[in-house]
């Protein structure tokens, strides 16, 4: 597939904590979907970016383009503006999703809007399916489209080596959630590029 046809897609690494483990789970989602062929992939850092918690006056949705974001943020929004579909990977603080990643999702709004979103969650016994369950309810209120099939990594430290999972399986489990992503990607980005999403 040529460059320009290909879904642009942002994997979002969605913990900042030092010494995360999120970077590794990243890295190898990243080369499964440059492996897929259906996408041109950018790896979006939370923790390179500036992120405060204290919000504007205005929310994002009224603001528009005018919002006031942060210098720092700059990339990190232009990356979001410029997706087709992104795969949010995220580990499970206390039964839910790192603060962070509840940050970037807030300072921004059309960004997310009429695009798909899949999941890839690690944590322990329940393989952060309790942040993913969170994220999809939130996600719904920004109008993105989630996407059914995930990945979820129970007891990821003693599931990986070297920076992949000891089994095949999960390989597998990212050609079905990619497969359903780029579907949505390009459907959706052919609806928007028809008539702008009434959001
Ligand atoms: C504040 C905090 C809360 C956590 N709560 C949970 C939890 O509710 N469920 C779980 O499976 N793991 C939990 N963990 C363990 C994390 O899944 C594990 O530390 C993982 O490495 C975090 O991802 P990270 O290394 O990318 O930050 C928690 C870790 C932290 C730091």
Redesign the pocket.
């Given at each position: 597939m040529e460059n320009e046809s290909k879904h642009r897609l942002a994997v979002i690494v969605?913990?900042?904590?030092e010494?995360?483990?999120?970077?590794v789970?990243a890295s190898w989602v990243a080369e499964q979907a440059r492996s897929h062929g259906g996408f041109e992939v950018e790896v979006v850092d939370l923790a390179e970016v500036e992120l405060p918690l204290a919000l504007p006056a205005m929310p994002p949705k009224l603001a528009g383009a005018d919002y006031p974001r942060p210098a720092g943020m700059a990339a990190l929004t232009a990356a979001l503006e410029a997706a087709d579909g992104f795969i949010v990977v995220t580990?499970?603080?206390?039964?839910?999703y790192?603060a962070a990643l509840k940050a970037a999702i807030d300072w921004h709004f059309t960004q997310w809007a009429a695009k798909p979103v899949a999941f890839v969650s690690?944590?322990?016994?329940?393989?952060?399916r309790?942040a993913v369950l969170h994220l999809e309810n939130v996600f719904s209120e920004l109008h993105a489209v989630t996407i059914r099939d995930g990945l979820a990594f129970?007891n990821?430290?003693t599931a990986w080596r070297d920076g992949r999972p000891l089994s095949d399986e999960p390989a597998g489990y990212a050609k079905t959630m990619l497969d359903q992503l780029a579907w949505w990607s390009g459907a959706l980005r052919a609806a928007r590029e028809a008539s702008p999403y009434p959001a």
């Open positions: 969605g913990s900042v904590r010494g995360r483990f999120g970077p789970v580990p499970e603080y206390n039964h839910s790192p690690y944590g322990g016994g329940a393989g952060g309790h129970p990821y430290f």
